[in-house]
Every structure is written in structure tokens, then in C-alpha cells.
């Protein structure tokens, strides 16, 4: 496969995988069973707005690979989630669970919707259709949806309701569920949480210094970004640049990651946020930052803005925001990027961690889950890192590290299965 920047979002992460493939000499049928996706369902999803008319829009999804377990991955809202991103999504959950080993597989989910233009009334109609209509492929041992960009714990309790109207009451449905229906304490903010896990041992392992001396940009500051600007502030770090959809703000010295917080509340946005300067998103991006924390959309580095990029380590919270030939770029400068499937496997790690503790039906304090969330992201970390060691003559990067240990262990269920 040839590197572009002409990729499509699935391209691009088939890419790393094509990578992974070669290096390991996969064969034919492997390669063709793991580059497709096993399930893609389109529906129709109509809703009636809140002024009368009904509007129809288009939902989707998709199961990449089960061969570890059953499918695993969240439900996005947004207008770009088209079948190619939501096939790119679902692999990329392929991948993200066979790397930190849990026993899933991977699948996403999208409505074609802009969720911030949606009443709460529209967003759970919005949901109940949809999840009406991808119930029969859906199971708490077949595949189970979680939030991602454009939903939250709300709309995995009217998925949950709605799922148990037809088969009763079943709280394994989902995960990313409100604490009082059955949710992990620690869920919300876990995907923020192995931001920083994951971060502190690029930190650690490059000697960048201690938290007090580190500068971090996040470019988004929602679930994600948010949770991590607060957790990496508990932890020392400065963080002196994040951003929304309205613009981005800059402060020198490092803002309260509280205050802040509360300033969101009560407008909406980080922007006009007392006693910082406006600056924009793309300008965000090439501070002169230690770190830099891409946490909105995906493809937000590129082969145009790559060369201003200034930090020394960039940390994916986002998925895929870094286009494969801006990756090969920075990664010549030296750069360390933490790829998406490490540095936000947070969430889908405490889903699992719910979902466990769903099917005993008893509940984990939680710092028993930020425990075993940190050792298991540690883990993950090291066992890339080993890979690309004692794969030296190959001359990986860390993310093809990544992606190589992934495939390696998708490979391994699939052949023990029978499939290949
Ligand atoms: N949407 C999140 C992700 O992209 C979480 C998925 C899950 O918990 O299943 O990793």
C-alpha cells in the first residue's frame, strides 16, 4: 500500500497493519480477513425534531474481528462518522484490546447526527431507533457498545433500557453506564486517566524531567482532553494551551485545571477563560510545548504542519489524529508519539473492567480500578517497548511496535479458532 496523504481514515490504519502484516510474513487469507471487516450494518434512523418534522438520518455498525472475544466498542455522534470512519474506528478496537489484553474484539458504531445540535428529546429518540436497529446483531456476549465522541453515560442507560424492553433487564449491554445503573466507578474518566498513565512512562523513559518542568498542549477538552488536563494537573504537570470547537486559549504559567472546568460549565467553552490569550487550534498544535495531547478529531497532524510541531512527545488521545505520512516525518525528527491504541485504551480497559464486574454483579472500589487500569497500561507500555527492542533489525517505530504485538496476538485466537 502506497503512503499518501490521500488515505482514507480506514487506509491509514490498514496501513500499520499492512506494516505489522509484512514484518511478520502473515499469510494471504490472514491478511485479507484482517484488512476487511467481519459485520457492517447501515440502518435508517428516523426521529422526529423537537419542531414537528422528522429527519432521517444514517447509523452504522460495524464488527472488525472477534477472534479474542466478543465485539467491543463505543457509538460516535458526528456528522464524519461515514462507513470509512467507522470501519478505521472498529479496527483501530481491534488492535486497541489485543494490546492491552482484554478479551474483546472490535467494533464501533456512528449516527451521522451533529449531537451538539440535538435537543436531549431528539438524542434519545435518536438512540432508542438506533439502538432498535442494530439489536439483533448486539449482545452482552456478542458485541458491546460503550460511548465515544457525540454520546456519554446518558445514552448507554436508553441503550440499555431499550435492549432490556426486549430481552430484560441486562446490565452487560453496555458499558460507560451512570454508576447508579450499573456503571464502573472510575469509567468516566479512564480514557483521561491512561492518557497520563501512558504519558508519565514516555516522560520517565525519554528523561524529560519532573512534572513541575513540563509544559502540555491539549488540543480538545472534552471527556478526554478535560479529564486528562485535570489528572496530568493533580500530578504536577503545566498545562498552558487547550482548545474546543470555538478556539483555543494560551497561558504561559499553566492554568487551574478547576477553575477551568468551571468556567466550561457556565459558558460552554474554554474560550474568553480569565487571565488567558486567545490563540487557535491549529496554532495550538505547534507550541513550544514538552507535550503535546492531539484530543479532538482525528487527522489534525499532517504532512502541512508536522514540520511546526515543536514538542518533543506526543501523546494520542484522540484516535488516529496523526496522518501516517506526518507519523513517519515526526518520528525522523525524533519525536515519540504514543500511538491511539496505547495512549487511549484507558476507556475500553475500565469497560472491561465494568463489564467484569457486571457479570458478577458486585462493584470495585475505585481505586481498586485506577490500580489495576495503571498496571495495565504500564504493562501494555513495556511489552511495546520489549517487542520493538527484540525486533531491532526490523526498525520499527513505537506505533509499529504496537500494531505488530497487536496483530500478533489477533493472529494467534484466529488460528487457534480454526480461522486461518
Ligand atoms: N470509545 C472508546 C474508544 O475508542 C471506548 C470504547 C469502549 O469502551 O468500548 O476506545
Not at 472488525?64 to 478505521?88: C, F
Not at 479529564?227 to 496530568?232: D, F, K, L, Q, T
Amino acid at each position: 500500500m502506497e503512503l499518501t496523504e490521500q488515505m482514507t481514515p480506514f487506509e491509514a490504519v490498514n496501513y500499520f497493519f499492512q506494516r505489522a502484516a509484512s514484518n511478520q510474513e502473515l499469510a494471504d487469507s490472514a491478511i485479507a480477513m484482517l484488512s476487511g471487516t467481519f459485520r457492517e450494518l447501515r440502518v435508517q434512523v428516523p426521529y422526529r425534531c423537537d419542531d414537528g418534522h422528522m429527519e432521517i438520518a444514517y447509523g452504522y455498525r460495524v464488527q472488525h474481528n472477534a477472534a479474542r472475544g466478543p465485539y467491543k466498542g463505543g457509538i460516535r455522534y458526528h456528522p464524519d462518522a461515514d462507513i470509512d470512519e467507522v470501519r478505521a474506528l472498529a479496527s483501530l478496537m481491534t488492535w486497541k484490546t489485543a494490546l492491552v489484553d482484554v478479551p474483546f474484539g472490535g467494533a464501533k458504531g456512528g449516527v451521522q447526527v451533529d449531537a451538539t445540535q440535538l435537543s436531549e428529546r431528539e438524542k434519545e429518540q435518536v438512540t432508542r431507533r438506533y439502538a432498535d436497529q442494530i439489536s439483533h446483531i448486539i449482545g452482552p456476549t456478542r458485541d458491546i457498545p460503550a460511548p465515544d465522541m457525540g454520546t456519554n453515560a446518558q445514552t448507554m442507560s436508553w441503550i440499555m433500557d431499550q435492549y432490556g424492553r426486549k430481552v430484560g433487564h441486562t446490565t452487560q449491554i453496555v458499558t460507560g453506564k451512570p454508576v447508579p445503573l450499573g456503571g464502573s466507578f472510575g469509567r468516566e474518566e479512564a480514557t483521561g486517566r491512561g492518557v497520563v498513565v501512558t504519558m508519565e512512562e514516555a516522560v520517565r523513559e525519554l528523561g524529560l524531567g519532573e512534572p513541575e518542568d513540563l509544559t502540555i498542549a491539549i488540543q480538545g477538552f472534552g471527556n478526554v482532553g478535560s479529564w486528562a488536563g485535570h489528572i496530568a494537573a493533580e500530578r504536577g504537570y503545566r498545562i498552558v494551551a487547550t482548545s474546543d470547537v470555538n478556539g483555543g486559549i494560551y497561558a504561559a504559567d499553566g492554568f487551574k485545571v478547576d477553575d477551568l472546568t468551571a468556567h466550561v460549565h457556565e459558558s460552554g467553552s474554554v474560550v474568553d477563560f480569565p487571565g488567558s490569550e486567545p490563540i487557535s487550534n491549529e496554532d495550538l498544535l505547534e507550541l513550544d510545548v514538552d507535550v503535546l495531547i492531539p484530543a479532538a478529531l482525528g487527522e489534525v497532524i499532517t504532512h502541512e504542519n508536522c514540520e511546526a510541531i515543536r514538542a518533543k512527545l506526543i501523546v494520542e488521545a484522540a484516535n488516529h489524529p496523526v496522518t501516517p505520512v506526518a507519523d513517519y516525518a515526526l518520528e525522523d525528527r525524533g519525536v515519540l508519539i504514543v500511538p491511539d491504541i496505547l495512549a487511549n485504551a484507558g476507556g475500553v480497559t475500565v469497560s472491561y473492567f465494568e463489564w467484569v464486574q457486571n457479570n458478577q454483579e458486585i462493584r470495585w472500589e475505585l481505586d481498586d480500578v485506577n490500580r489495576r487500569l495503571e498496571l495495565k497500561l504500564q504493562r501494555a507500555y513495556r511489552e511495546c517497548r520489549d517487542f520493538q527492542q527484540s525486533h531491532a533489525s526490523e526498525d520499527m517505530s513505537f506505533r509499529e511496535a504496537a500494531f505488530s504485538l497487536s496483530v500478533e496476538r489477533v493472529v494467534e485466537a484466529a488460528t487457534l479458532r480454526g480461522y486461518l
